[in-house]
């Protein structure tokens, strides 16, 4: 009989990390009854096309949850970030969400998150160390059609994944 082997690799190929997100997938809907799982990028872009902020997102069990938001320093405090969200949100909305997660940590984003509606749930304290990692919440059926915060008026979501 031949012996399992455990490796430690750095940069898997993309067909590795598949199979290790498929057969999870898998074996999730094997237990829930629902293997749906999708994701969204939402982008902010200056006139020339350039990508100066955006959203990674993905959605499964009716929950959105955001993966990561990003806005180029130079933009911040304008309302990108918020308009980014609320689309996000919407967008989410029409895929069946109930409610959204996230995560942040203390020197990020925690009073932007809870302007928005999102409340702390959990916390790691020292992570990293002399930092805290918070774990926010949000119903998306109590906020959904509401308007932005600070009159932010978010523009559509358009779908150009076929241009890839």
Known sequence: MNELTITVESQPSEEERRKVIDGLVGYN??????????????????PGGEVVGGLLAEVYWGWLHVDALWVKDSLRGRGSGGKLMATAEREAVTRGCRSAFLDTFSFQALPFYERLGYEVFGELVDFPPGHRRYFLR??????????????????PLHDVSHAR
């Open 138 to 155: 949000k119903s998306l059926e109590e906020s959904a059609g509401s308007e932005p915060p600070n009159g932010m008026h978010p523009t």
């Open 29 to 46: 809907g094997s237990q829930t009854g629902d293997a749906s799982y999708t994701s969204f990028t939402v982008l902010l872009r200056d």
